[in-house]
């Protein structure tokens, strides 16, 4: 069965640089989410998009934006990039509608490292 | 605001003994409850899904039951296996429309010795 796509996988990036990650939802779930993990921490919620629209926004920096788009994959851009940025971002992806179990998938997350 | 514990951060177990992971938190008023499984660095795997209408799941060796009105969830894994060892991770939904978000506890680390 397919799962949520996340890449890339590892990404490398300098102080102050901009970084783009990219989730592709599992074939017909219209809700995506994001989430931080830092090391030894739990993961944390940054933002959620349902049919293309934010629906519900947690701790993510004001240098971050998400949007979703037609096809439902999402990205998340990061810019000016902090040391504390350095973390694996986990994307999700769940349907309302169907058997509305509300279960979110999780992708393989993609590491990010600021030097 | 949702607050998710797990007890205990870590443990130690010889291989084939049953166990007990432990999540509680304190606002009953949830949606449904999850729980992971993460290996080092890697994603997290759903282990088992409960309804907030519902008293336990099962599947295979994992069984995990939920206590909605004291705010307790527990995952009880049966004859562990090396393979078990990973991190474990429950996370409760409030809603499934607006306050859709997952709050995770803050995990269990498990080690199951050969």
């Known amino acids: 069965a397919a799962g949520v796509i996340q890449s890339p996988r590892h990404l490398i990036k300098e102080k102050r640089e901009t970084a783009t990650l990219k989730c592709y939802p599992i074939?017909?779930?219209?809700?995506v989410y994001w989430y931080q993990q830092g090391p030894g921490q739990d993961p944390q919620f940054l933002i959620s998009?349902?049919?293309?629209?934010?629906?519900d926004k947690g701790s993510i920096p004001d240098r971050f934006s998400a949007q979703q788009f037609s096809d439902y994959h999402s990205e998340l851009n990061m810019s000016s990039l902090e040391l504390g940025d350095s973390a694996l971002y986990f994307c999700?992806?769940?349907?309302?509608?169907?058997?509305?179990?509300?279960?979110?998938?999780f992708g393989e997350g993609s590491r990010l490292t600021v030097l | 605001k949702q607050e998710v514990t797990q007890i205990p951060a870590a443990l130690s177990v010889p291989e084939g003994e049953n166990l007990v992971l432990n999540c509680s938190f304190t606002?009953?008023?949830?949606?449904?409850l999850q729980w992971f499984r993460q290996d080092p660095g890697k994603g997290l795997t759903s282990l088992l899904l409960?309804?907030?209408?519902?008293r336990e799941q099962t599947s295979g060796r994992l069984n995990a039951s939920l206590d909605k009105s004291s705010g307790r969830s527990t995952l009880y894994i049966a004859a562990s296996q090396p393979g078990d060892s990973a991190t474990y991770l429950c996370?409760?939904?409030?809603?499934?429309?607006?306050?859709?978000?997952?709050?995770f506890g803050t995990g269990t680390r498990l080690t199951i010795i050969p």
């Open positions: 999700a992806s769940t349907s309302r509608t169907g058997d509305n179990t509300g279960e979110l998938f």
């Open positions: 074939p017909r779930h219209d809700t």
């Open positions: 998009f349902y049919e293309k629209m934010q629906s």
């Open positions: 606002d009953s008023a949830i949606y449904n």
């Open positions: 409960i309804q907030s209408s519902q």
């Open positions: 996370a409760v939904k409030k809603s499934n429309f607006g306050n859709e978000k997952l709050t």
